[in-house]
């Protein structure tokens, strides 16, 4: 294999349109370049990475597997490039063609991801959009590029070089089954105390305790955890079939007719509610596409009203 420092960029324009198409005719097509150009362009790309980069077959070609990664490889490296280039350019939204990557935790993504969606999609027609939910990985393919946006807990620890902003503040209750045998008479510790806690997980954090364990602590009980899930369908389902409780909003409604809200026992002012917030790179701030992403994400959360919280209290405490 000869070094690559030296390969014409095109070369890999062309690699990638061959490993789509799998036809040398198609993917001249594909560029706009003439067959002879392509087969040129196939000879240098065999001659720098090996003759089984592509393999003849009667209808085309298939590609090996090196030609694949570096496909992929080629994406990843056009993408960052592109982004630049359109947002300094004369920026027009409607003809961005890129793609855009927003993670966030999981929860926000379960409740808010269709609807960021829909905004993102109208405010950038042409683009493409993944929404992943935020993994032990995200917050490196964050500062590297490859996440253009992040949606997460204003609490959640992020470096010097993100930029963030809050988009809303959740008032939060106990979540259980409507029918509770202990919520729907008091919210008491001293009642509480005892019952199973299920939560949703927070990838990315070290931290040996969740806030709401520490405050146990603190009253000199244990909390008794019994499910942390990624999924919200499962917790749902371990709320409605046990006795379980959840520290959360009344936005956990939104999942299921069954789950009913209670008020919070005692505890402080700051654990009361929380607030989400939203952030990309601080080298992007300039970038009129950030800037858009931006103003789409806030105006969307500026729409979201939380519910007035309404308690499934037992009738003899209303």
């Known amino acids: 294999m000869k070094d690559i420092k030296d390969l014409d960029l095109n070369l890999l324009k062309l690699l990638q349109a061959v490993v789509e198409t799998r036809n040398t005719h198609a993917a001249a097509d594909k560029l706009g370049i003439s067959q002879t150009s392509v087969s040129r362009g196939m000879a240098k790309l065999r001659e720098t990475f090996g003759d089984g980069l592509f393999i003849r077959k009667a209808h085309g070609v298939e590609p090996s597997e090196l030609a694949e990664k570096l496909a992929e490889a080629a994406e990843e490296m056009f993408n960052p490039i592109l982004k630049v280039v359109e947002s300094y350019q004369s920026f027009e939204p409607e003809a961005f063609r890129g793609e855009i990557t927003l993670a966030m935790n999981i929860y926000f993504l379960e409740l808010y991801g269709d609807g960021l969606y829909a905004a993102l999609s109208q405010a950038l027609p042409q683009a493409t959009f993944k929404l992943v939910y935020w993994q032990e990985d995200s917050l490196a393919e964050l500062l590297n590029g490859k996440i253009d946006y992040l949606i997460h807990f204003s609490a959640f620890p ?115 509610e929380i607030a989400i917030s939203g952030g990309y790179l601080r080298t992007k701030r300039g970038f009129p596409l950030y800037q858009l992403i931006h103003q789409t994400v806030q105006s969307y959360f500026d729409g979201v009203i939380q519910p007035e919280q309404s308690f499934d209290r037992h009738p003899s405490d209303e």
């Open 158 to 272: 992020l470096p010097q070089e993100v930029y963030t902003h809050k988009l809303q503040d959740v008032k939060l209750c106990l979540v259980a089954r409507k029918d509770h045998p202990i919520l729907s008479q008091t919210s008491d510790w001293q009642a509480i105390h005892p019952l199973p806690i299920v939560r949703l997980a927070i990838d990315g954090i070290n931290s040996k305790r969740v806030p709401i364990e520490e405050l146990y602590l603190a009253k000199g009980y244990q909390a008794n955890f019994t499910l942390v899930t990624h999924s919200v369908r499962v917790l749902t389902s371990a709320l409605k079939h046990s006795d379980a409780i959840l520290y959360g909003s009344n936005f956990m409604k939104v999942f299921d007719s069954q789950i009913g809200t209670f008020p919070l026992p005692a505890m402080p002012k700051e654990m009361r």
